[in-house]
């Protein structure tokens, strides 16, 4: 089975741009979270989508926004982008929402360095 | 605010020895998980522990989950060097399993 697919890996944009990042997620699984991960906050949970809908939403500001398709794969999009944006953004699959422990399959990341 | 803070941050250690890593909070969570990230990659899955004093072994790895529901610790026998990366853990609230909250991790480097 393949895993979670994230497209590009690297990426690198000016301040004030705006990025769409994309992610397939595990066939099968309906799920997709997308997470923020920094060296000094670590990984920061932006928002998780499961049938089209998004049900869970961290705490980003607007600029940060997504969405999912029907066949469950998902993109996330950051508009004027800013410096402090530059991180590894991982999405994560799981076969549905809910469940008792919530465990994560992520995917390789992309890598966005913001000049 | 639920916090999740890991110990110790960094950790070099040569091939062959043993280490534990620990993950504390003064909350109680429903079920723990470890996650180990190599450079360039995203978090993979060890292991769920989920009743308190639970004792999970994985190889060489050995995971426990504190009584109260409130830490875990990873212990890892002669260690090598592929054992090196950033080992991650994520608590999940009894209330929301929807939102897990995630330490900072513990980066690890094991020495040939």
């Known amino acids: 089975k393949a895993g979670v697919t994230q497209t590009p890996r690297y990426l690198i944009k000016t301040r004030g741009q705006q990025v769409t990042l994309s992610c397939s997620p595990i066939s099968g699984h309906r799920s997709v979270s997308w997470y923020q991960q920094t060296p000094g906050q670590g990984l920061q949970f932006l928002f998780e989508?499961?049938?089209?809908?998004?049900?869970n939403k961290g705490n980003f500001p607007g600029r940060f926004s997504g969405r999912q398709f029907s066949n469950s794969r998902s993109e996330m999009n950051v508009s004027t982008l800013e410096l402090g944006d530059s991180a590894l953004y991982l999405c994560a699959s799981r076969p549905r929402t809910g469940g008792p422990y919530n465990e994560q399959f992520f995917g390789p990341g992309t890598r966005l360095t913001v000049l | 605010t639920q916090l999740l803070e890991q110990s110790p941050q960094f950790l070099s250690i040569q091939e062959g020895e043993n280490l534990t890593v620990y993950c504390n909070s003064s909350?109680?969570?429903?079920?723990l998980q470890w996650y180990r990230q190599e450079p360039g990659e995203g978090p993979v899955l060890l292991v769920t522990?989920?009743?308190g004093g639970e004792v999970k072994k994985l190889k060489r790895l050995t995971f426990q989950f504190g009584d109260a529901r409130k830490d875990s610790s990873l212990h890892i026998t002669a260690a090598q060097p592929g054992d090196t990366g950033l080992y991650l853990c994520a608590g999940a609230n009894a209330g929301n399993n929807r939102k897990l909250i995630w330490g900072l991790g513990t980066s690890l480097a094991v020495n040939p």
């Open positions: 989508y499961f049938s089209e809908t998004q049900r």
């Open positions: 522990v989920v009743t």
């Open positions: 909350s109680v969570f429903s079920s």
